[in-house]
């Protein structure tokens, strides 16, 4: 079990398929509220179709096309933060995130995030970060804002929900401290 250790309560978890039960059960618990901005949950009807989401993501996790972390607090299961759609090429990456409502407005998803902007511009050395946003999701826009990251514009009718297309919010964060390489050179 690899974990990242972020503070006393807040502990980040590479999941393996004995996770699906746990995350399962917060999906279950906050299905209404999730659903609204996540369009996954509608699909994730039981634990097996969540140990099926762990098996395809340890797959794009080998292949280095995803970072995922189950986010732990005091050890339990509240939401899950990655990085998808890795490009090593462009060296980019989308972050993506869900936290339970019960541990929401505590700055857990900003710590989670701190840490995982870390990795992604140390470890996987990614230049760009981008994040996504539902354009009435308010509080994830303050998250994402909070931590560096600056809104570039809406994307009109991008994001599909229950009732249509609606608009979306693109927020980037580039790699201060990155090597750029001229490809003429």
């Not at 079990?1 to 399962?24: V, Y």
């Not at 600056?150 to 990155?178: H, P």
Request: hydrophobic share 40%; charged share 25%.
């Amino acid at each position: 079990m690899f974990t990242i250790k972020i503070d006393n309560e807040l502990t980040l978890k590479f999941p393996d398929k004995s996770d699906a039960g746990g995350l399962f059960a917060v999906v279950e618990e906050d299905r209404q509220e999730l659903g609204r901005w996540m369009p996954w949950v509608a699909e994730t009807k039981t634990a097996a179709d969540e140990e099926n989401y762990l098996k395809m993501s340890a797959k794009k996790m080998i292949d280095g096309e995803l970072w995922l972390a189950i986010i732990l607090v005091n050890n339990q299961p509240v939401g899950t933060i990655d990085i998808h759609g890795i490009d090593l090429v462009n060296r980019q990456g989308e972050i993506g995130y869900w936290l339970s409502q019960k541990e929401q407005n505590r700055g857990i998803v900003s710590r989670a995030l701190t840490k995982v902007c870390e990795i992604a511009f140390t470890e996987l050395q990614l230049h760009r970060l981008g994040l996504i946003t539902e354009a009435g999701n308010l509080k994830s826009q303050r998250v994402a804002e909070k931590n560096g990251f600056e809104l570039e514009g809406t994307l009109r009718g991008f994001i599909r929900n229950e009732t249509g297309f609606v608009d979306a919010q693109l927020f980037s964060k580039i790699n201060s401290l990155a090597v750029v390489v001229d490809a003429d050179a």
